[in-house]
C-alpha cells in the first residue's frame, strides 16, 4: 500500500538517509506516496523533471547537472524527487556532483528521492542509497478508488470489481472501471467480467507475463498420483485457518521430468484445482522486452503476481531461461534477483517451474527453501496408460469401455504422455477419413507408427532418471513405476 511505502520513506528520511531510490511505475502515485512522507517527516515536497525543472518552474531544466545546480541553492527542509532518474545517471559529471552535493543535504535536513520504475545504481551510489518499491495498489486502495468513481455501488459487485483489477496500476484501473461500468450500464456481474477482458487487455504491457485460463483440472491429468496427493494435500493451506493453525505458506514445486509427461499441464491444474489465477512467466520475453531492461521486466511481472496473489505462477522449461546465469551480465542480475524473491517472498504466489534437462539447472535454483519439492516425472506406468488413455477418449466423445485398453497400454510402453493423445487424435483423423467411427486397430496402428521419444534420447532419459533417483521425489508411487525409477 502507498502509505506504506509513505511510512517508510519518511523513516529512512528522519534516520538520515540522503539518497532514496522509489521503484514506481505510476508516477503520479510515486509523487501523492512522496507528498505524504515529506508531511510525516515535515520536509516539503520537490519534484524535479528535465523538461519542467524544480516543481514546474523552469528552474533547473536541462539536464541533472542543472537540476542539482538547483537543489543545492534551496536551503529549506525538502524532498527532492527526480523523475525519470534512470534516464538521468549516465552524465558522469552530474553523478559527481550528487555525491558532492550529499554531505550538503545532511546538514540541510534534506534528502533525494530517484524516482524511476527501475533503477540500476552505479557503483558509486550503491552505498548511498535505500531502495523502496512501491507496489500495485491491493484491494483497501482500489475499493476506495471505485468508491469515488460511483455512486452507492453494490457491495457484493463492488467486491467483485475489486478483485477483477488487481494486477492493473491506479489510474488503469480506474479507466477499465469506468468503461467496463458504462457498457454494462452500471456496476453489475456484466461489468465485472468486462473488468476481466479489459484486464487481460492491459496486462500486455508486462511482456514476460501472459494470463491463462486452463478448463483442465487434476482429474484431466493421467497418473502422478503421489504428486496430486501432494497439491490436493496443500488445497487449504492458504486460508486463514492455515495461518491460525501454524502452517507455512507454501511456496511452489520444481517439477522435472521427461519431456510431455505432463509437467506443464499439471502446472496449469493446479491453478484449476485451487481456483487461483494462472499466470505464466516467459522468461524469453524478460531478456528481450524492447527498451526495458530484463530486471525491470521481471520486476514488474513479480508486483503484478504479488498484486493479483493468492495465484500460481507457471514458469515453463526454467533451465532454458536461466542457462547462462554463470556467465554474469543481465542473466546473472536477474537470477539473483528471482532467488531472493524466491526465498524471501511473503504474497500467496505459488511458483510452479517445470524443467526437461538438470544438466541445465543452476545449482542454486535446486536448493532447499526454493521451493518446497522438486517431483520427477517420469514415463508413465501401465495403469497411466490405460488412465490417459481413457482421458482422451472420453474427451473425444468415445466409450473407453468399448476398447481394449490394457493391451493398448502395454504397446504403448515407451510413449509418453502427449505422445499417448496424439496417438488418440491420428486413430481418429484415421477413422473419420474412412468414414466410420473409432476401432480398436486404429489406436494399434497409430503406436505403432509413433516413433517415442525414448528411442531418440534413451541415454538422455536414464541419465535423468539416475539423478533424479536421490534427489527427487517420483510424482507416482505405483509398484511398477517404482521398479521403472530404481531400474533405469
Known sequence: MSRDCAKEIGLLVKAGWRLVVLEAFEEDRALATLRLAAQACKRELVPWSVASGLSNSGQGS???????????????????????????????????????????????????VLVAPALELPPELLHEASVVQLPLP???????????????????????????????????????????????????????????????????????????????????????????????????????????????????????????????????????????????LDLASVFGSGDQTPEATVREAIAVAESISPCVLWIDEIEKGFAAASEGGASSRVFGAFLTWLSEKKSPVFVVATAN?????????????????LFFVDLPTQNERVEILTIHLRRFARDPLQFDLEELALQAARLSGSEIEQVVSAALYTAFTENRDLAFNDLANAINDTVPLYDTYEERIKELRDWARTRARPATLDAKAADLFKGR
Open 62 to 112: 536541462g539536464s541533472l547537472d542543472d537540476g542539482l545546480r538547483a537543489i543545492s541553492s534551496v536551503a529549506e527542509p525538502a524532498l527532492f524527487a527526480v523523475l525519470d532518474a534512470h534516464r538521468q545517471l549516465h552524465d558522469p559529471l552530474a553523478l559527481r556532483r550528487l555525491r558532492d552535493l550529499l554531505e550538503l543535504l545532511a546538514e540541510r535536513m534534506q534528502a533525494v
Open 138 to 280: 491491493r484491494a483497501p486502495e482500489l475499493e476506495a478508488i471505485f468508491r469515488g468513481a460511483i455512486e452507492s455501488p453494490n457491495s457484493e459487485s463492488l467486491e467483485g470489481a475489486v478483485r477483477a483489477a488487481l494486477g492493473l496500476t491506479s489510474d488503469e484501473a480506474l479507466r477499465v472501471f469506468r468503461k467496463s461500468c458504462a457498457l454494462a450500464g452500471g456496476l453489475n456481474e456484466k461489468a465485472v467480467s468486462l473488468i476481466v477482458r479489459e484486464k487481460r487487455q492491459a496486462l500486455r504491457r508486462t511482456p514476460a507475463l501472459m494470463f491463462h485460463e486452463s478448463a483442465a483440472g487434476l482429474e484431466d491429468v493421467g497418473g502422478l498420483g503421489e504428486l496430486k496427493r501432494w497439491l490436493r494435500e496443500r488445497r487449504r493451506a492458504f486460508s486463514d485457518d492455515a495461518r491460525k493453525f501454524g502452517l507455512p505458506q507454501p511456496r511452489g514445486l520444481l517439477l522435472l521430468g521427461v519431456q510431455g509427461c505432463g509437467k506443464s499441464l499439471s502446472a496449469k491444474a493446479v491453478a484449476r484445482e485451487w481456483n487461483f489465477p494462472l499466470l505464466r
Open 357 to 373: 534437462d538438470v544438466t541445465r539447472l543452476p545449482p542454486e535454483l535446486l536448493r532447499r527453501g526454493r521451493f518446497d519439492d
